[in-house]
């Protein structure tokens, strides 16, 4: 009977044996498994905080470029208005030579008949 108990605890050990090398088969392709999805899982990371900074750094861009442009309309906007100021100082001035333009013509054409006028008389 000591035959038969060792070739029964022999034949236990070595399913037993079998079934742990399975298990530990069956851990390892786990832990291979879980190890990929990581590895995507952080190199998915790394590209979105990658596409994030370069995010970060282009609005710091266009912030920078939207102050500069808002520094230009307000340049332009002054510089219209100082033109605006310059116009309207001309168009007054333009009026102011046509009113003394038209009195110099009434002025003259008064002169001009008066002096019609002393040439009849002398005739």
């Known amino acids: 009977m000591d035959e038969r108990i060792k070739n029964l605890v022999i034949i236990v050990l070595g399913v037993l044996c079998f079934l742990l090398i399975i298990g530990t088969i069956s851990s ?40 500069s442009k808002d520094k230009d309309l307000q340049e332009a906007t002054s510089e219209l208005a100082g033109v605006k100021k310059e116009l309207l100082e001309e168009q007054m001035i333009s009026k102011s030579l ?16 008066d002096l019609k006028q002393c040439k009849s008389r002398k005739r």
């Open 28 to 67: 390892c392709s786990g832990a291979y498994r879980q190890k990929l999805a990581r590895d995507k899982e952080m190199a998915g990371r790394l590209d979105l905080e990658e596409k994030m900074s370069k995010y970060s750094q282009e609005r710091v861009a266009m912030e920078e470029r939207v102050k």
């Open 98 to 113: 046509k009113d003394d333009l038209a009195k110099l013509t009434k002025t003259k054409e008064s002169l001009e008949e």
